[in-house]
């Protein structure tokens, strides 16, 4: 349910890069927006998804708790695949930056 919200943020967020880019004076932080967004987004919906996957063979069917704590583990490992991967993408896009010498001075 979460990712009805996200990937439509996410689009809009590349669209936001993508329009910086042609600007010269905010191109630097185009590389910011795309790659922060775009490695939350996939590296949210990688960890939520393999969590799922995993889950249900750990769990025994015995508990009736064992549900609860699947979805509060589902929507927390959407919250920190969303902080790992923008602070991946955010890494990635300083140093591409500095490859490309594009700065704020340019």
């Not at 939350?40 to 609860?68: C, M, Q, R, Y």
Request: with cysteine.
């Amino acid at each position: 349910m979460p990712f009805f919200f996200i990937v439509p943020v996410w689009l809009l967020c590349v669209l936001i890069g993508v329009l910086l880019c042609l600007f010269k004076r905010s191109r630097f932080l185009s590389l910011y927006l795309v790659l922060s967004s775009t490695g939350g987004t996939i590296v949210s919906l990688t960890l939520s998804t393999f969590l799922l996957w995993i889950a249900p063979k750990l769990f025994s069917k015995e508990h009736t708790w064992d549900g609860v704590i699947l979805v509060a583990a589902y929507l927390a490992s959407i919250a920190v695949g969303g902080v790992v991967g923008t602070a991946a993408g955010f890494i990635a896009a300083g140093k591409i930056n500095q490859r490309l010498r594009w700065t704020r001075a340019c």
